[in-house]
Structure formats: C-alpha cells, structure tokens
C-alpha cells in the first residue's frame, strides 16, 4: 500500500501489513481519547474547539465526515478533505475542487498533524482524525470511536435531532457492527491486498457469504437493526457504496456486484438519499483514490470510465414501515 507510516517521528514510505502466508492484517489506531458531553475525559464537547480530517475516497473516514452531516454538525466541528490521490508523502491536502485545505494547522501533509501530536509518533498516518484546537493534539484516529462521539456527546449542539445509537438498540447496534467489520468492511482490503491465493480465496469466501447473509436480513426489514438507520448502516454504507466502484474490480471482489444483491443494492439507494448524504459522497475522490494511488495493485494507475451508477435511482426500501428515528429531547 502507499499509505506511508512514521518511526519516531520520520517518515517511513517502504512497510507492509501482511503476514507471511500473504494475508493483510491491518495495523490497529493509536489514538483512542474520548471527548464526552461533561468534559470528564479531559476532553469536552464544545462548540468550534474541534477539527475534523477526512477523505472522501476513504471509506473509514467518509463514515465519520457522514456523521458529522447527518447529525447536523457541521457548524459545531470543522473539516478538511484532502486530495484524494496519495502522494509519496501520504495524504496531502490541496485547495483544488472538493478539497478543504487545512485551516487550523496550515499542514501541507497529513503526518505533520500526528507528528505536532507526538513528535515521535510511530504508526500509520490515517484519517480520519478528530483535533482538539484547544490542546493542539489528536484526541482519536479510531472511525468506530469517533462516529460514537459525533452521534451520542455532541447532542446538546447536533441541529439534525436524531440518534442513531438509541438505548434499546445500543447492544443490538454493536453486535452488528462488529459482525460487519471483519468480512465486509476489512475483508475487501482482506481480498484486495492478499499476497496468496489461499489468502484472497479465504477473504473473498467472506465477503460473499457475509453479504449473502445481510441480503436475507434485509428481505424482512428495511435496515441492519431493524426499521430505523443506526451506526451500524452508516459503517456498511461506506463500503458498500464503493463496491461496485472499485472492490469489484481493483480488488478482485467479482462473485457478484453489488447491484446483483436486490435488497443490499436499494438499501444503498435508500441510505444515499437521506438528507445530508449525497453532500459528502464522492465517486470521483473514491475512484481517484483507489485506482490513481495505489499502484501495487494497478500499476498504470489509468482510472476507469464505468461503471455508471445512479445513486439517485428510486428504490423499494419504502415498502418496510418506517419508524421515526428517535429524536433527542
């Protein structure tokens, strides 16, 4: 991969997250701070006091910059978009269309935000990150943790009034969550970057038992964790609107297409055309990402016309009786 990492503090482009029988085996975060409503973490939930980095080809990232939409807090939590090609230098961020240049550490790159961190930081350099102006530091780097925060301490301030982790459910929500991760949201990185046959057969055997499992979940119930969006749709969401983008092809996920999935296919449509997504959806950063960085696995780097998809399509997800998402008192 290109992602690059930093060893104490320098820039490191030559590394790997493979096992020796060719498995990819991601590196864990490193950064896992809480920022709660009462500020008893050290870390208080205010107006303005935090920054958020995303790509929008990033399917980790682009969960969190859809949190920060869909809950209404785009006024309360800064972001940045960085370009979505990587450079030999990592993420980088550009003022070209789409992008948002970094305005509160005037960054060229993004390890330069973990380096004013922890000047001797050693890990990868990901997004997403959640900033803290206040402290000048990176409160957490963890997607999960961070869609949590978004969803459930910065109620006081989220304009959308929605909870998409409600009590009855919270067990429920992140049963599926964890259910989801391993084959569908890690597993495509499992196939794409596995280094052996017996490797990517094993990866891709997941993916396509897992989606075949949810397609069955989903001919009874409009979403995950029944008849209301939770966390646990908006961390399949990611992954599956860039299946049939780019896993499918680039990383050779081709048993089925996605759009072959009747009901995970209108679940998308459906989760695509709920106010505040489309916003923070982009095909061309998804495409560039994938297929213009990662020359590992496509070496020309030419980006693909197709496929032509029209997320704006109707969809049948509306035959389910809807329940309201619970508001937040």
Same mark, same amino acid.
């Given at each position: $991969? ?17 096992d020796v029988q060719g498995k990819f085996v991601r590196m864990p975060t490193k950064f896992h701070d809480w920022i709660t409503a009462s500020g008893s973490s050290g870390f208080k939930a205010e107006v303005g006091r935090y920054h958020l980095y995303v790509s929008l080809g990033c399917p980790w990232a682009h969960r969190?910059?859809? $949190? ?34 970094? *305005? ?21 350099? *990901? ?21 949590? $925060?978004?969803? +459930? ?23 599926? /969550?964890?259910? /989801? ?23 891709? *055997? ?22 209301? /969006? ?8 990611? +992954? ?67 496929? +032509? ?15 309201? +998402?619970?508001?937040?008192?």
């Open positions: $991969m290109a992602l690059g990492m930093m060893i104490q503090g320098q820039w490191v482009k030559d590394w790997t997250e493979r969190t910059a859809i $949190m920060r939409s869909v809950k209404g807090l785009a006024s309360v939590i800064s972001l940045s978009i960085v370009k979505p090609e990587i450079s030999d230098f990592g993420w980088q961020f550009s003022d070209e269309p789409g992008c948002l240049v970094d *305005t509160v550490n005037q960054a060229k790159y993004l390890w330069e935000i973990y380096v004013k961190a922890k000047p001797d930081y050693t890990g990868r350099v *990901t997004v997403p990150i959640l900033w803290d102006k206040q402290t000048s530091t990176i409160v957490n780097n963890e997607s999960r943790q961070i869609i949590r $925060m978004l969803d +459930t301490e910065f109620e006081a301030f989220a304009e959308a009034g929605v909870s998409f982790y409600p009590q009855e459910l919270q067990s429920e929500i992140d049963r599926t /969550i964890d259910a /989801i991760y391993q084959p569908i949201n890690n597993g495509v990185y499992r196939a794409g970057f596995a280094n052996s046959q017996a490797a990517y057969d094993e990866a891709v *055997t997941e993916v396509f038992a897992a989606l075949d499992y949810w397609e069955e979940v989903l001919e009874n119930q409009r979403y995950l964790v029944g008849d209301q /969006i939770t966390e646990a749709d908006w961390c399949l969401f990611p +992954t599956l609107l860039r299946f049939d983008v780019a896993y499918h092809g680039l990383f050779k996920c081709n048993v089925k297409r996605l759009r072959d999935y009747p009901n995970l296919w209108n679940y998308v449509l459906d989760l695509y055309q709920q106010p505040g997504v489309k916003e923070v959806c982009s095909i061309d950063h998804i495409k560039r990402l994938y297929y213009g960085s990662l020359a590992e696995i496509n070496p020309s780097r030419i980006i693909p016309k197709g496929p +032509t998809i029209d997320f704006n399509a109707p969809h049948d997800r509306d035959r389910y009786l809807v329940m309201p +998402t619970k508001a937040v008192a």
